[in-house]
């Protein structure tokens, strides 16, 4: 098992579960993605260059009538995120297909409409992404940056070398915006969520 830079989860029990299960299901982006989706019983959800695990999250942790619009170029990507959810006995209803490239397909969709907007951070700077999907969340709803952290050599007496960081500007977007309230979850590559009150 890859070192993740986390103590392992331990386990009390039975059936036994081994350790990569264990992290799939309460340590991973995805774990973070289904259980946001559950506690904001969410209902309409947009995800950007995601893939067929982090779709599959997603409508686990929503409401069963909920929609998924999956926004992607990738079109291997569709099709196994199609499959991956009629293979959980999901509905294909609750998948909208946009064949497209997120910072042309966002500011074409619905202003507060999403509970629950998942952007796979690509070369895009994270202030834009915040720029174009913040219009979408309701009050309430949440934006999550995944992929948000950089590794640089740390400059600063309390920081160690390699220490992730957010980029500086990502947090000074946020930090103009007064109805925005974020956390940094060190999960996977960096998970930065954004809510809106």
């Given amino acids: 098992m890859p070192n993740t830079g986390r103590p392992p989860v331990e386990l009390v029990g039975d059936p036994p579960m081994t350790d990569d299960v264990a992290d799939e299901r309460f340590g991973s982006p995805e774990a973070m993605l289904r259980f946001l989706a559950s506690v904001l019983r969410a209902k309409a959800v947009v995800e950007v260059a995601g893939s067929a695990s982090t779709a599959l999250a997603l409508c686990g942790g929503m409401v069963p009538e909920g929609t998924l619009t999956f926004i992607t170029l990738d079109t291997e990507a569709q099709r196994a995120t199609r499959e991956?959810?009629?293979?959980?006995?999901?509905?294909?209803?609750?998948?909208?297909?946009?064949?497209?490239?997120?910072?042309?397909?966002?500011?074409?969709?619905?202003?507060?409409?999403?509970?629950?907007?998942?952007?796979v951070v690509g070369t895009s700077r994270l202030a834009e992404l915040l720029e174009l999907a913040a219009p979408l969340l309701r009050p309430g709803a949440t934006l999550i940056l995944n992929g948000a952290f950089t590794h640089q050599p740390g400059d600063g007496r309390f920081e160690a070398p390699g220490e992730p960081r957010i980029p500086r500007d990502i947090l000074h977007a946020v930090h103009e915006d007064p109805r925005l309230v974020p956390v940094a979850l060190p999960i996977g590559s960096g998970l930065l969520a954004i809510a809106r009150t």
């Avoid at 006995?89 to 509970?115: F, H, K, Q």
């Fill in 84 to 119: 991956a959810v009629t293979g959980a006995g999901l509905s294909a209803s609750r998948l909208r297909m946009i064949t497209g490239v997120g910072s042309e397909v966002l500011p074409r969709l619905a202003e507060d409409s999403y509970d629950l907007v998942h952007i």
